[in-house]
């Protein structure tokens, strides 16, 4: 998801890019969006699983892949849609308090449609199936950019 919604805003903002930057500063930009992309990536699935060691082993580790799925798609829904509503803006506390409840409620009540009822279950895992194929594409663009990008910043 991290790196479907890196390359939309890459895209997005590739006009004014184009405007302002040479073509090797344009992919300089794609390169550190897709490493960044990466480490995201790696970080909300380490701790996805350093989860499922902690929690008992009902709640995440039995059925990972299915909950891992609900959590993240709940949560990217929830960022995505923080980064349209707040823009610059500082909410008060009550909206944040509310905005950060009502995901973890909905997630827990995916989880438990879910194990409760195996054909929600099953669309949810041949969902996560079709997804699973843009891995190829995503890790060897994220290893490649993070290999350039330590190369850029260490020579």
Known sequence: MCHSWSILQFFNKLSSFILYFTLAEIANIFT????????ESLVVSGFLVLLSV???S???KEGFAFKGFIVILIATVTSI???KIL???YPPTLILMVSSIVPLL????LIA???SMPKVRNILLNIQDRILIMLFV???LGLVSLMAVLYRNLL
């Open 32 to 39: 550190f969006m897709m490493a960044f992309a990466l480490l």
């Open 54 to 56: 902690i929690l008992p």
């Open 58 to 60: 009902s709640w995440l």
């Open 81 to 83: 849609l923080f980064q």
């Open 87 to 89: 823009d610059d803006d």
């Open 106 to 109: 909905l997630i827990a009540l």
């Open 113 to 115: 449609l879910a194990t």
């Open 138 to 140: 995503y890790v060897p």
